[in-house]
């Protein structure tokens, strides 16, 4: 699995006076499909100061069982179910549809969903491929297949059983310092496993997983029946290793400071001797291409030189590998069942693989999002939820603006900066303003592992038409059935795809208040992200450039290494601790993005009292339903995982963000002395 941070692209994976509040409320009957608060999920044998999270969701933590083919359970997986189902059905139906399009999705679906056809072709269709590696014969010819295999928004999480694992990774995006032109960005890949800790943490646990991986080498090696599996993959782990060695870790490749490089052309000579980069860049489709974002350079260095340097037998086997490994999804079951043992059952604790509807539902929409998202949004997101989200960003905005305007801390000349930064902050709300345009994509029914390359190729291709034309400020980066929010700080843009927009997220059943406390929270979240550590490097128009104050940066640092601290602090598992500088831009965006949400709140009541529901006050509603949409119960192998490679700390510290907001401590009562209390002066204000 290729370890890819995308520059600069921040997701979610989600005035009345109030006076105090008690924090015991009475219970009014409600029935199990009432839309709402789930008070039976809670244990309010819990104080609220003590634990929130598990004040919300404790009755749901103790009776919940993860589902077998899931590393975790939580709201996130509930919508994501459901949504598969609507889509599975909505696919389906597509099959037999005239229109061009809408054909296309349904026969990448049924191609998928043909065991018996993909079983008896075996590995002829992938056999092209392994000729081809067979066929280098020296450096020249291992840069050309190099090139010729690099893919476009390369992101393992965009599919279940579809990753890429090339040498390096693409993203054309706006230039960090011309938001005006796009610019192909290059990035570290090359690995199998999910960081570089995997390799090089000389843990008993990392060491027992690294033995596993090479099994898995070696198995997926014997599958395809190539001589002395065992041996090879020993090589393959070896020049895997190298090539971690020579990344970039987490949270350096998170900090755009040292992201931003830029080099022409001809610096890939100079800086990164070992690869042949005519023969690299001319096979990629960038032969043309004179200037380049380099995300992490010295890891392009250090792998570049690798391919001088290493064996190109070796390089034949890893290539070998990952091309079986790439495809295993849509090759014979035995190949896409030993890929989950390792990625899925040793890796994240899943038990069972996730039936091939499922898969196929996820696989449809990587190489056909945006179609399958027109089916999507025409059956599940009418005019009038958009309408009610669509008011949600207004007071969110307005709400946020209102909070820069009374920081005392922030000079006027940064407010004014900020100000007119979130005055042009575009907001997506569904789905995209223009649609893209598939015909160009050949879906041929019955070719599940044609159509899978096609259409990665047919991405590629899509990318690489942006360079020299002008920047589409209006295109996502998430398809409308993605279970997701995303933040785009060069383009200065937010994405709210339609499928996060439901409960327990979102839904116009209930007071609108649940709805500011949970996916009210998610949009100011996003909002944040603008200004958070990452984010608040980029102007208005997205050019990354410092529009602060010495002093007002300052504060805002001092601020930021607080919040490090206190994340620091929480430990999910006794030798593992949240890395607080890792998430911090997650964390920076929870705090004022939770806050905003309350003030939008207000300002939708317009004066009037927050209605009562279901025994809580309206306070109260909001802060539980803000807790419950983060409820999650993870598998210990995928919550390591997370805290080890993800900027996104475990949800029940992003619930317990409401120890940082004053109203929080009046509307349940929170007094000194309760394990989450901190006393004001302690309670992190960013923005």
């Given at each position: ?7 600069v692209?921040f997701t ?10 008690s ?13 709402g608060?789930?008070l039976?999920g809670m244990?309010?044998?819990v104080?609220p100061?003590?634990d929130?999270s ?10 919940t069982?993860?589902?077998a083919?899931r590393p975790s ?5 509930i919508?994501?179910?459901l949504t ?7 696919i ?11 054909r ?7 191609s998928y969903m043909?065991e018996a056809?993909?079983e ?7 056999q092209?491929?392994?000729?081809r590696?067979a066929a ?6 291992l840069?050309?297949y190099?090139?010729?295999?690099l ?5 393992a ?10 040498i390096?990774?693409?993203w054309?995006?706006?230039?960090l310092?011309d ?5 192909p ?5 090359g ?7 995997y390799?090089l943490?000389?843990?008993?646990r ?5 033995g596993k991986?090479?099994d ?7 599958l ?7 041996d ?10 190298k090539?971690a060695?020579?990344?970039?870790s ?7 400071k040292?992201a931003?490089n830029q080099?022409?052309r001809?610096?890939f000579d100079a800086?990164?001797?070992?690869m ?5 860049f001319r096979a990629?489709g960038?032969?043309?291409?004179r200037?380049?974002g380099v995300w ?5 260095t250090g792998i ?20 079986i490994?790439?495809f295993a999804a ?12 390792f ?6 604790g899943?038990?069972e ?5 499922k898969r ?5 929409s990587?190489?056909l999002?945006e179609?399958v ?5 025409k059956?599940?997101?009418?005019p009038a939820?958009?309408?009610?989200v669509e ?5 969110l905005?307005?709400?946020?603006g209102?909070r ?5 801390w922030?000079?006027?000349?940064t ?6 930064k979130l005055?042009?902050l575009?907001v997506?709300v ?10 160009g994509l050949?879906?041929v029914r019955?070719d599940a ?8 190729r ?9 360079l020299g034309?002008p ?15 995303v933040?785009?700080?060069v ?14 997220y979102f839904?116009?059943g209930?007071?609108?208040?649940m709805d500011?406390g949970?996916?009210g ?8 992200h603008s200004f958070?550590?990452s984010?608040?490097l ?9 529009w602060w ?14 919040l490090?601290?206190q ?5 999910p598992?006794p030798d593992?601790s ?9 964390n ?5 993005g939770l806050?905003a949400?309350?003030d939008?709140d207000?300002?939708?009541?317009g004066g009037?009292p ?16 803000f807790a419950?949409?983060?409820r ?14 993800d ?8 619930a317990d963000?409401?120890?940082?907001l004053?109203h929080?401590?009046?509307?349940f ?13 302690d309670r992190?204000?960013?923005?």
């Open positions: 699995m290729t370890t890819l941070a995308r520059p692209a979610f994976l989600i005035v009345l006076s109030r006076g105090p509040q924090g015991v409320f009475a219970e009014t009957p409600v029935s199990p499909a009432s839309p608060i789930d039976a244990d309010r044998s104080a100061g003590d929130f598990r004040y919300a969701n404790g009755t749901w933590l103790k009776t069982e993860i589902p083919d359970a939580g709201s996130d997986v919508v994501a179910e598969s189902q609507r889509t599975a059905d909505l389906k139906e597509a099959a037999q549809s005239t229109a061009p399009e809408a296309k999705v349904g026969d990448y679906y049924a043909d056809g993909i008896a072709r075996g590995l002829r269709p992938l092209p491929t392994l000729d590696i280098i014969t020296d450096r020249k010819g840069a050309r190099l090139g010729g295999t893919l476009a928004d390369v992101d999480l965009n599919a279940t059983d579809m990753y890429t694992d090339n390096f990774g693409l054309v995006a706006q230039d310092n938001p005006a032109r796009y610019l960005f290059l990035m570290q890949g690995l199998d496993m999910p960081d570089r800790a390799y943490d000389p843990s008993p990392m060491e027992t997983i690294r991986f090479k898995h080498v070696g198995t997926v090696l014997g395809a029946k190539v001589e002395g599996a065992r090879r993959a020993g090589r393959i782990y070896d020049l895997e290793r090539v060695e020579a990344h970039w987490r949270e350096d490749s998170g900090d755009v040292k931003n080099w022409t001809d610096q800086s990164a001797p070992g042949d980069w005519s023969e690299y990629a960038l032969g043309a291409a200037d380049f992490q350079p010295s890891a392009v570049s030189a690798l391919v001088a340097s290493e064996p190109i037998e070796v390089w034949k086997d890893d290539l070998t590998f990952h091309a490994e790439h849509v090759l014979p079951e035995a190949f896409g069942q030993e890929r989950f043992a990625h899925g059952t040793v890796l994240t899943t038990p693989r996730r039936d091939r509807w196929a539902v996820d696989a449809t990587f190489a999002g179609a998202g027109q089916l999507y949004v059956e599940y997101f009418p939820a958009k309408a009610r008011a949600m960003v207004a007071n905005l307005a709400a946020f209102r820069i305007d009374a920081l005392d922030m000079s006027p000349a407010k004014a900066r900020a100000k007119a005055a042009v575009k997506g569904g789905y995209p303003d223009r649609w893209i345009d598939y015909s050949d879906v019955g592992f044609g159509n899978a390359d096609r259409a990665e047919f991405e590629l291709a899509r990318n690489l038409r942006k034309k920047v589409d400020r209006s295109e996502w980066v998430m398809t409308p059935q993605t279970v997701n929010a933040n785009l700080p383009m200065n843009a937010l994405n709210f795809p339609a499928a996060i927009l439901q409960p327990p839904d116009p209930r007071p609108v208040v500011y949970a996916i929270a998610v949009i100011g979240h996003e909002i944040s958070d550590d984010g608040s980029f102007d208005d128009t997205g050019r990354f450039q410092n104050t010495d002093e007002d940066r300052a504060h805002f640092e001092a601020a930021s290494a607080r490090v601290k994340f620091d602090a929480y430990k598992f593992v949240v890395n607080g500088k890792q998430t911090l831009g997650e920076i965006a929870d705090v004022p806050a949400s309350y939008a207000r300002l939708s009541l009037k927050a209605p009562l529901g279901q025994g809580p006050t309206g306070d109260q509603q909001f802060f539980i339903s419950q949409s983060w999650a119960k993870t598998r210990e192998p995928a919550l390591r995982q997370q805290i080890l490679g900027g996104h700390s475990p949800n029940e510290y992003r963000t409401v120890r940082n004053d929080w401590y009046e509307a009562d929170v007094k000194a002395g309760q394990a989450l209390y901190l006393a004001p002066a992190i204000r960013v923005w």
